[in-house]
């Protein structure tokens, strides 16, 4: 079974950091992605950022870019989101996700199967 579990959130001061960490298991096929959603109280999900197990090309939304950076461990079945500079406006949960992704779909057209619980995270201004 795909399984993905999400940590890292928290509470955290505008302008500083946290890190999100995904671990995922159970996939057996090779051409997926690992990504990010997030949703904030009131609002609709929105995807925030992936990378691809192939290739390791990323997609970041705008409203992350130069803020965020996606990794992984392939051989640790890790993903991580290194958030820095964090805004009032970034606090939302956030879910891991992963599926068969292309590069053209960018995070907009991206509707993955598989899902892990969200982790929250809290930003003050």
């Known amino acids: 079974d795909v399984q993905l579990q999400a940590s890292g959130g928290g509470l955290v001061q505008a302008g500083g950091s946290l890190r999100l960490s995904c671990a995922v298991s159970g996939f057996t096929f090779d051409d997926y992605a690992i990504g990010w959603f997030r949703q904030a109280p009131g609002k609709e999900r929105e995807g925030v950022s992936c990378v691809s197990n192939s290739d390791g090309s990323t997609y970041y939304a705008d409203f992350v870019k130069g803020r965020f950076t996606i990794s992984s461990d392939n051989v640790k079945g890790l993903v991580y989101l290194q958030m820095n500079s964090l805004k009032s406006e970034d606090t939302a949960a956030y879910y891991c996700?992963?599926?068969?992704?292309?590069?053209?779909?960018?995070?907009?057209?991206?509707?993955?199967?598989?899902w892990g619980q969200g982790t929250l995270v809290t930003v003050s201004s």
């Open positions: 996700a992963a599926d068969y992704w292309r590069t053209d779909w960018g995070m907009e057209r991206w509707v993955p199967e598989y």
